[in-house]
């Protein structure tokens, strides 16, 4: 005789197998594709917000050293110029013309003035001269401590320079450093009278001890910036 199993799940409806079976609960493609489009609008707006505030530090630091360069240059030039040196005497005692020379280029003179802190003391030629195509402004200072220092050869700003002094210092993105040079206003508080006045684009005078007795700096950094300008009356000893 065969034995027999009895089954209590069979024909009553009810499943008693062990193995529980569920619908799936995973993400439709739908849902998946739209989840994968925000998270990049998401990444997107973010990096778009960084470019952005990066963009802004370094604009506000470059118009931060743009304010400070163009307050700079002028405030120099005015104590500079208030020292400036006619002659000087050597060893000999005898009194050595010094020469003030300006062009299209820039200028260049003798000063008893010198920042604080700088290396370079005493007797100082300081020369400006601006490189219109590479927008910078090259500074240049020598010490004078022989009658050799004073010679052409020795200036920057001519044309016999030996090209042996290196500047002090280059200031990039300077779209204009011009220099005139005024002898004399009848009404030296006037600011119509020096906006009139007949200025000169260069000065050069090898014959006698003679210095302009005003100077205009025109001044503008960054394609977008103001143009200003300054007149400083040039002191003298």
């Given at each position: ?5 009895f089954?209590?799940?069979?024909g ?53 050293n ?27 005692g ?20 010198s ?102 700096l ?20």
């Open positions: 005789m065969g034995s027999s199993r089954n209590p799940g069979f009553t409806g009810h499943h008693s197998s062990g193995n529980h079976h569920s619908p799936c609960s995973g993400f439709t493609l739908m849902e998946v594709v739209v989840a994968m489009v925000l998270v990049s609008m998401v990444t997107l707006i973010a990096t778009l917000g960084f470019r952005l505030a990066v963009r802004a530090w370094e604009r506000g630091e470059n118009e931060g743009s304010r400070q360069i163009s307050s700079a240059i002028p405030a120099l030039l005015e104590k500079q110029l208030d020292s400036l040196k006619k002659n000087v005497s050597f060893s000999k005898k009194n050595k013309v010094l020469l003030f020379s300006g062009n299209e280029k820039g200028v260049s003179f003798f000063t008893s003035y920042p604080q802190g700088s290396a370079i003391q005493g007797l100082v030629r300081v020369t400006y001269i601006f490189d219109r195509a590479k927008t910078k402004l090259f500074v240049y200072e020598q010490a004078i401590t022989r009658l050799k220092d004073i010679d052409e050869q020795e200036d920057p700003l001519s044309d016999k320079w030996n090209n042996e002094l290196k500047p002090v210092s280059i200031l990039d993105g300077i779209d204009n450093f011009s220099i005139m040079f005024l002898k004399k206003t009848n009404k030296q508080d006037d600011k119509d009278s020096f906006a009139n006045a007949d200025w000169k684009t260069t000065w050069r005078d090898n014959r006698v001890q003679k210095i302009p007795a005003f100077v205009k025109i001044l503008a950094q960054g394609k977008k910036a103001f143009v200003e300008k300054w007149y400083f009356k040039v002191g003298g000893e």
